[in-house]
């Protein structure tokens, strides 16, 4: 859980640097095993703002090679709490909450959560196979079927579709 206790954070900047473990944000089943976080406060008398830099040492398979390999998941999300706050609402950069200051407990759990599992690649790549920032590797087997350059086993494909066509 990341909470904080509003009495104890100090009006204007300041910064504080966590470390957590996967298990504290319950995402201890994903590829995501320790999680560094870099928060900067703004306190004022009616809101407080929170950014939050996340970087997860996370152990991926490649799509392509099924190796695994160790990265940095890197991501960025703001909270901002006032007290004024008629509708609370989130995108994908940040999000307005209610500040109760009669709580006295600020919980930022769910938007580090939501942060770290986003940044988690949908299609993972190994990073051999990047070349100055391009993709480099690729076989191509079939590049269209007006190509001289096309795997020869699709032509018994390209047989049945002119048989079926004709009849």
């Not at 703002?49 to 890197?74: H, K, M, N, P, W």
Request: proline share 2%.
């Amino acid at each position: 859980m990341i909470s904080f206790r509003l009495n104890e954070i100090p009006k204007g900047l300041s910064e504080q640097i966590l470390r957590i473990d996967a298990e504290d944000l319950e995402v201890a089943h994903t590829v995501i095993s320790r999680i560094t976080l870099k928060l900067r406060f703004n306190r004022q008398d009616d809101h407080l703002r929170i950014e939050c830099g996340i970087a997860s040492d996370a152990t991926l398979v490649c799509d392509r090679s099924l190796d695994s390999y160790s990265t940095t998941l890197e991501s960025h999300y703001e909270v901002v709490f006032q007290h004024d706050a008629g509708e609370e609402r989130e995108d994908l950069s940040g999000s307005l909450r209610r500040l109760d200051i009669s709580q006295n407990v600020i919980d930022i759990t769910r938007e580090v959560k939501d942060s770290v599992l986003l940044s988690i690649p949908l299609k993972k790549l190994h990073p051999r196979f990047y070349k100055e920032g391009k993709i480099t590797d690729f076989q191509v087997l079939f590049t269209g079927p007006d190509s001289e350059t096309t795997d020869s086993r699709w032509d018994r494909l390209r047989e049945l579709k002119k048989e079926n066509q004709r009849n």
